[in-house]
Nanobody, 123 residues
Framework: QVELVESGGDLVQPGGSLRLSCAAS????????VAWFRQAPGKEREGLTC????????NWADAVKSRFTISRDPAKNTVYLEINDLQVEDTAIYYC????????????????WGQGTQVTVSS
């Protein structure tokens, strides 16, 4: 049985940092493209960034390019998303998705999804 489990979400103040984790069981994440998406209340799911199987990275959202960093730890079968200088507009549920294909900025391109982890940025 395949499972992706996100964790690391929290309530943080503006300017803070978080590291989100996407831990897999039942699959080896190194064989998969792994993407991070987020969904804010009342908004569509937004693609943020993705790491291909060759460790190349695609950044899709303007907010990502300076503040978000995706990384992998194959020993832990986990992909991370580090977010710095958190802003109120980063408040959302953050999801990871995995697929054997390469990265695509479409949420229907990923066969496996986690349940999400809540990030709330508030003073």
């Amino acid at each position: 049985q395949v499972e992706l489990v996100e964790s690391g979400g929290d309530l943080v103040q503006p300017g803070g940092s978080l590291r989100l984790s996407c831990a897999a069981s039942g699959i080896t994440l190194d064989f998969y493209a792994v993407a991070w998406f987020r969904q804010a209340p009342g908004k569509e799911r937004e693609g943020l960034t993705c790491m291909n199987q060759d460790y190349s990275i695609e950044n899709w959202a303007d907010a990502v390019k300076s503040r978000f960093t995706i990384s992998r730890d194959p020993a832990k079968n986990t992909v991370y998303l580090e977010i710095n200088d958190l802003q109120v507009e980063d408040t959302a549920i953050y999801y990871c998705g995995a697929d054997l294909n390469v990265c695509f900025n479409r949420d229907d391109a990923y066969i496996y999804w986690g349940q999400g982890t809540q990030v709330t940025v508030s003073s």
